[in-house]
């Protein structure tokens, strides 16, 4: 992160929303009624600039041939009301909702993945990843000021960039990064509060005297920011400070909670009304391809901001009746090309306020399970019912309250009057005091005042919110021998004041030195009190898994560990943990019991395998795993436990690799080779017993001998076999992207002993075993080697030389599992397995095509997913089989068809229909009919064949 400025004269408060940027600012030492709003200069047609107050949060990616303007170094996209405009018009060249996208973690949000939904083949098509567009929309901002106020760089100013209350640490942290990205340095603050501040500055001293007068003596407020693309949700308490006497406001203000992260806002309700048009479009049962389909929501959101635009402001001109919704024709700009309809008025309040906002008690909560309104990849909140969300955050937070005493509402849509009564309503019938609805001037421009005045109240011009964290934040820890709940500790308590640091303490961890080790985080904002330290039950409608985080102490450590005569060393350490002054949380391992204690920081692991990682380890993980997707239990060994690291077994197997790969020894038999694996199995129990870090371990002890696997054709086998096995699925330990670094190179050298079809085949596993921890790069070098041998001869492929591989079928499920190779090459697999389906019922075969092209990847970002269209023709081909004696047809179908809710991603609802009768009339399980008629998530077992045994976590609590 670039440095902060050391002598800044402005406060500058940013607005990255998810529909518009807002920048607002203010002298240091000025008063909170003296903040301005920047005017922000945009492209509003295709030569022409004008500065206003919103800046459209979109990025557009001009056509080849036109030529806009470029006046503030853009390129190759368009930003603001002219990318508005001719995303409007030109299907699939629109970014939109990046901000929603940077809290999406089932995809890789540095990946160039947006526009989603583009074709693969637009080789035209700049991309970028939600950072580097959130990153882009931030540098034009610094781009703009820069120029307006060359005497006060944006850089060297005091910024304070607003997020949501509910985005976890990792949104948080990704905010920052594409902040530092565009030079600025910046502090963050949550929506709410900023809408908050901006109350307090326009209502001053006498507005919260009166605020309390009407509450009784104490006000709480319940906030409801509803944005594009998130209903924040927070309550604040107002009251008269006990020693108002004293120099200082004479009021305290404290954020009392925040809600659970809801993606459910102004997209959302863009989404339903273009659902609504649709069918006038197209008629029924048709549907718009993705691109148009992303057309009509934003002609949608253009008509519901005309529509309820302004019905709440006193004075303001009444909103017309309806308003026209047009999506122009694909590669044309004819208006006879172009598909019309309308929205009335009352049609749009109608779907805003019975979809979103009905009547809701105060003991409601939201629904689970089903599927709301998905589209564009994003896991929009399954319950739509704003109100719901409502009563449940208020009941969790407020348990002794009936209802709030104030409600502040933030946000464009309540600028129509009936959507600020029919929430108001909904509250007040609850029974709690009466409700007073505190004014809101323009929601738009709110919470970047607010973020003003927030700086200005640091400065002391201002009353200051207090709170600290909005959740506690605890480490997993491993599940009882004797089962139930699994533990966790926490490491900073829910409140937990800036910059005040917090230990777990008499929470002592031992990690094995010379190697990274990870961690499960969990956060919980529930209203209980946990202190730094106390052992909690991880219940799971209290907690929420957030990506890993990990720490790597320094080889040194290892090296002195053996200098002192030991094997394996431990470190043995506490955890801090501490809300920075920026908003975000840094936790760091720091040593025990040693005169200089080192502190080592725990980083987010934020690959997209990352949550494959915690999902593997799930219900079977044999130490702490915790996750929300993937993996099935793990089997254990009825015989014997599996030896945990540090042990004498564990030694002793150690010893057997060495034997067999380390320096020569005359005395091992070629049976001793050969029988290295059933022998580690004595010693340690069977291998579905192994934990993770008994896996781990048994790599690190094999791999640094990898070239002693060329001794002999039993070596080599051997040492693939023991390999892939220890290290699969190639993630979830924090060292397994090291030792896949380590691994690697071996690929191109292939096999030393080529002629023995048994070493090609644990070859073709032991990769295969890896492929979740595999980059892109090294997965299409394997489909470069593997590919001239899988295609059809008409193909003509040149084969490299001498290379004669064997084990086909394995190198062709290899081939199968490598998720990140680019949607078009794995579409082309795919339908070289088809052709060979023709003449050969070999169920290995459709359950290859249905890993190719399923709808849910089991480890990559989703952006990797082959085409609808592949996926409909072979689905096409699967319907014509006769399934009976081909097991694999029913699971294949299921993964084809699966319904995501992404358009981009989804068959046909013809097709899909097709499945599920014949899931039906084959006796499926319930759960997979389910599953290709409505999304439902993607259960535990569903993964098991892909990801094998659980991934514990590498700690373990030593003291209490």
Not at 486 to 502: I, M, N, Q, T, Y
Not at 727 to 747: C, K, Q, S, T, W
Request: charged share 25%; glycine share 10%.
């Amino acid at each position: 992160m670039s440095a902060p400025a050391k002598n800044p004269s402005l406060i500058v408060g940013i607005d990255l929303g998810t529909t518009h940027t807002v920048v607002a600012w203010a002298e240091r030492d000025a008063d909170p009624g003296a903040i301005r709003v920047f005017p922000i200069p945009q492209l509003v047609t295709a030569t022409e600039v004008e500065a206003r107050p919103l800046l459209p949060s979109l990025l557009y990616a001009p056509v080849p041939g036109e030529a806009p303007a470029d006046p503030f170094g853009d390129a190759p996209f368009v930003l603001g009301e002219q990318a508005r405009r001719r995303g409007g018009e030109i299907p699939g060249r629109l970014i939109a909702s990046a901000k929603s996208w940077l809290c999406h973690p089932a995809v890789d949000r540095t990946a160039p993945i947006l526009p989603w939904g583009a074709d693969d083949d637009a080789a035209d098509l700049p991309r970028a990843s939600p950072l580097d567009a959130s990153a882009r929309i931030l540098a034009h901002v610094r781009r703009t000021w820069d120029e307006a106020f060359p005497d006060r760089p944006l850089a060297e100013q005091e910024v304070v960039l607003t997020v949501p209350a509910s985005f976890d640490q990792v949104a948080r942290e990704l905010t920052v990064e594409a902040a530092r990205r565009a030079g600025l340095s910046a502090r963050l603050l949550e929506e709410p509060q900023a809408a908050f501040y901006d109350f307090m500055r326009l209502a001053g001293a006498g507005g919260l005297d009166a605020l309390l007068a009407r509450s009784g003596g104490e006000a709480m407020v319940l906030v409801c920011d509803v944005g594009g693309g998130t209903t924040d949700l927070s309550l604040i308490r107002v009251a008269r400070r006990a020693d108002a006497a004293n120099d200082g406001p004479p009021v305290e203000v404290s954020r009392v909670a925040v809600g659970h992260h809801l993606l459910l806002g102004g997209d959302n309700m863009d989404l339903a009304l273009a659902h609504l048009c649709e069918p006038r479009l197209v008629g029924a049962g048709e549907k718009l391809d993705p691109a148009r389909f992303g057309q009509l929501v934003l002609a949608c959101r253009a008509a519901k901001e005309r529509l309820l635009g302004g019905a709440s402001s006193d004075g303001a001109p009444s909103p017309p009746d309806d308003a026209p919704v047009t999506v122009l024709s694909h590669g044309a700009r004819l208006v006879g090309g172009a598909l019309t309809t309308r929205l009335g008025r009352e049609e749009v309040e109608r779907v805003v306020l019975d979809g979103f906002l009905p009547e809701a008690p105060r003991d409601a909560r939201p629904q689970r399970g089903r599927s709301g309104l998905v589209a564009f990849g994003l896991p929009y909140e399954r319950d739509v019912a704003i109100t719901r969300h409502v009563a449940w955050f208020f009941a969790r937070h407020a348990p002794g309250s009936l209802g709030p005493t104030s409600l502040l509402l933030n946000g464009g849509v309540f600028r129509a009057r009936r959507v600020v009564e029919r929430l108001a309503h909904v509250i007040e019938r609850w029974g709690g005091p009466p409700l007073d609805v505190l004014p809101h001037a323009d929601p738009d421009l709110a919470v970047a005042r607010g973020a003003v005045a927030y700086g200005l109240a640091l400065a002391g011009r201002g009353v200051r919110i207090e709170g600290g964290a909005a959740r506690g934040y605890y480490v997993g820890l491993e599940p009882p021998a004797g089962g139930g709940p699994r533990p966790a500790v926490c490491v900073v308590p829910r409140g937990a004041k800036e910059g005040s640091v917090h230990a777990a303490a008499g929470r002592t961890f031992a990690l094995v030195v010379g190697r990274p080790v990870r961690f499960d985080l969990f956060a919980s904002d529930d209203a209980r009190e946990d202190r730094a330290g106390d052992l909690v039950p991880l219940e799971e409608d209290r907690f929420e898994a957030l990506p890993p985080v990990a720490v790597a102490f320094d080889a040194g450590d290892a090296a002195r560990a053996r200098a002192e005569g030991g094997k394996r060393a431990e470190v043995r350490v506490q955890i801090e943990g501490e809300l920075t002054a920026i908003g975000t949380l840094d936790l760091a391992c720091v040593e025990v019991g040693v005169p200089a204690p080192r502190r080592f920081r725990l980083a987010f692991q934020l690959r997209e395998d990352g949550r494959g990682a915690r999902g593997a380890e799930g219900a079977g993980a044999a130490e702490a795993g915790g996750g929300a997707t993937g993996g099935a239990p793990a089997e254990r060994a009825p015989a014997r436990p599996a030896a945990t690291p540090g042990g004498k077994r564990l030694d002793e197997a150690r010893e057997a690799i060495e034997r067999v790969f380390g320096k020569g020894r005359p005395d091992v038999a070629p049976r001793e080779v050969k029988n290295l694996v059933r022998e580690l199995e004595r010693v340690l129990g069977e291998r579905a017993a192994w934990t993770t870090e008994t896996a781990r371990a048994l790599f690190d002890t094999l791999a640094p001998s990898a070239r002693s696997r060329r001794r002999s054709a039993d070596h080599e086998r051997v040492f693939w076999s023991l390999a892939g096995y220890c290290l699969r699925p190639g993630f979830g330990d924090a060292g397994d992207p090291a030792r896949i670094a380590a691994l690697a190179p071996l690929f191109a050298e292939r096999l030393a002993f080529p002629q023995e079809a048994r070493s090609w085949q644990q070859f073709w596993i032991a990769w295969r075993r890896v492929a979740g921890g595999l980059d892109e790069p090294l997965q299409v070098a394997i489909r470069d080697l593997a590919d001239p041998f899988l295609a059809p001869a008409e193909q003509r492929l040149k084969k490299p030389k001498g290379v004669k591989p064997e084990a086909l079928d394995d190198l062709l499920e290899l081939c199968a599992s490598l998720e990140r190779v680019p949607a078009g090459r794995r579409s082309e697999l795919g339908a070289w397995i088809l052709e060979r389906t023709w003449t050969d019922r070999d169920a290995r075969l459709w359950a290859a095509i249905g890993r190719v092209g399923a709808r849910v990847p089991a480890y990559a970002s989703v952006h990797h997913v082959a085409s609808p269209a592949a996926a409909e023709r072979w689905l096409d081909h699967l319907l014509r089989e006769k399934w009976e004696g081909l097991p694999s047809a029913a699971p294949a179908a299921v993964q084809l068809a699966r319904r995501t809710g992404d358009r981009a991603r989804d068959v046909s609802d013809r097709i899909r229909g097709e499945v599920e009768r014949r899931l039906v009339k084959v006796g499926a399980p319930e759960a997979w009919v389910r599953a290709v008629r409505e999304v439902v998530a993607v259960e535990e077992a569903e993964r098991a064949a892909f990801f094998g045994e659980g991934l514990p976590v590498g700690l373990r609590l030593v003291s209490e």
